[in-house]
């Protein structure tokens, strides 16, 4: 559970002397009582919540004058975890069975025109349609059209794709963030990986790239404005542009698929503006047209390796470590700690990381096409909705941890002052929490009680979400049998493994 550990460990010094919070007594008309904790009021309903954290609805008017009178009194609670939050983008979704892959996707040229917001020495800001870019060096409107093709046509591809999704900036933010650096060495010291020609970094909600990936020059031209040189890198570009279309749905899904999308969309051919979805298959040629690699294998200088489904499948919280999740539920933990089986061994090469992701793009290829797609679009809509029942979650993770924060010199102090108790003549430990002590003597206080931890919804392991829809992709499959047919795909298909 993604609780602050050493929040959850203090807690368990401690644990023999505080309740969990306790659920009052609720009566209907009818005088039938039931014991429960309050979950809120909509609509004239009232949702109690039972021991074990079922829940329950029953009108408001059905219950005693005292209790209506405390709900009315009370009604600050926020909706149980799991309860779904309002999404705008479910009026713009279509029924998975209505979708269709697209042929093509043309750029989407309302979108390009380019506004310059601010053009000063070391810090210049542009904006497109869906875009804001800030740069560390002027580049001008002309060099930024062609810049911004291929951020803006990524956009429509992935909003296009049947997968349901509808891009939209990260909260708080009306365009997506993009930041270009004019050196190499601007953009490693944000912290982005040495190896990478670009990255998407979530928790900053930014897209990053250096010049010299983006197709532009090293120095600047007569006008004091930089220059492109070169074919603009949409592979890389689009690779990790993807990402950040689909961020709300990041959280719960495993990497393997968040890097195969990524991929997919990355090796689609890219000509004059428009994206050949229908040639989607073209990187697993045994002879590829042209000698170019495209995405993550523009830095390979060797063919990657398919490591097979089981392998592949294991890569769910790190492309650079092996993490195979059994199963997505807080009572499928060990001892409170989830059951990881994790690969040995020094950090991955760039071979091993080629090979991962070659592999995801493979498996991420099989269910694009797999059945029409269909089980690949119905799982987005599974995490359409997953995706609604976690605010409230970590709203309330949030108001545990200050409450707790708050409650600590309390805390500290009664730790202390019991330590001091446990020294004096007479006191004995008795294990388990418990000690004798003599009449003379009076323990401290104990300080207040903790509030009630959190739970997540419907009991799943924040950090095993990403687990929790895969059976709708294995549709009581195994990976054996997904292994065979990924072989037989690709032999109709006559594309090299």
């Not at 062609?146 to 794709?161: G, I, N, P, Q």
């Amino acid at each position: 559970m993604s609780l602050r550990p050493h929040t959850l460990a203090f807690l368990s010094l401690l644990a023999g002397s505080f309740a969990q919070g306790e659920p009052r007594p609720w009566t209907n008309a009818q005088g039938k009582q039931v014991q429960a904790e309050f979950g809120g009021l909509k609509d004239g309903s009232v949702t109690l919540i039972m021991a074990g954290g079922q829940t329950a609805t029953v009108a408001l008017a059905s219950l005693s004058a005292e209790d209506q009178a405390w709900i009315r009194q009370n009604n600050t609670a926020k909706p149980p975890p799991g309860t779904p939050s309002a999404d705008p983008a479910d009026a713009q979704r279509i029924p998975w069975d209505k979708r269709r892959m697209p042929t093509d996707v043309k750029e989407p040229m309302l979108y390009m025109n380019i506004k310059v917001v601010k053009e000063e020495p070391g810090s210049c800001i542009y904006e497109s349609g869906h875009f804001q870019f800030k740069t560390s060096a002027k580049l001008g409107v002309i060099l930024m059209k062609d810049v911004c093709r291929a951020f803006e046509s990524t956009y429509e591809l992935v909003r296009l794709m049947p997968w349901g999704i509808i891009p939209r900036p990260e909260e708080g933010r009306t365009k997506f963030q993009a930041e270009l650096y004019a050196s190499r060495e601007q953009y490693l010291a944000t912290g982005a990986p040495p190896w990478s020609g670009g990255v998407y970094v979530r928790p900053d909600k930014v897209f990053r790239m250096p010049f010299n990936e983006l197709g532009i020059s090293n120095t600047v031209g007569a006008n004091g404005a930089y220059y492109r040189k070169g074919e603009i890198n949409n592979d890389t570009i689009t690779h990790e542009i993807t990402h950040q279309m689909m961020h709300e749905y990041l959280p719960y899904m495993p990497v393997w698929l968040i890097e195969g999308l990524a991929e997919y969309t990355s090796n689609l051919a890219y000509k004059g503006g428009v994206f050949s979805v229908s040639g989607d298959g073209v990187s697993f040629l045994a002879k590829q047209p042209g000698s170019r690699n495209r995405g993550l294998m523009n830095a390979m200088r060797y063919k990657p390796q398919w490591i097979g489904v089981k392998e592949t499948w294991g890569y769910t919280t790190d492309i650079s470590t092996r993490n195979e999740i059994k199963g997505f539920k807080m009572s499928d933990r060990d001892n409170g700690q989830r059951r990881n089986v994790r690969a040995a061994g020094p950090p991955p090469s760039m071979e091993d990381l080629g090979n991962r992701y070659h592999s995801s793009h493979i498996l991420a290829y099989f269910f694009v096409h797999e059945n029409g797609g269909r089980h690949l679009m119905q799982y987005f809509d599974a995490l359409h909705e997953e995706k609604k029942k976690w605010p409230v979650f970590w709203e309330q993770v949030k108001a545990y941890d200050a409450a707790v924060d708050k409650l600590r010199p309390a805390y500290d102090a009664y730790r202390k002052a019991m330590n001091q108790f446990m020294q004096e003549p007479g006191v004995k430990d008795l294990g388990g929490g418990r000690f004798s002590y003599p009449k003379n003597l009076t323990p401290p206080a104990p300080p207040p009680d903790p509030p009630k931890e959190p739970e997540p919804p419907e009991g799943t392991d924040p950090d095993a979400v990403c687990a929790k829809h895969l059976n709708i992709l294995l549709n009581d499959r195994s990976l054996d049998q997904i292994e065979q047919e990924i072989r037989a795909m690709f032999q109709k298909n006559g594309f090299s493994l």
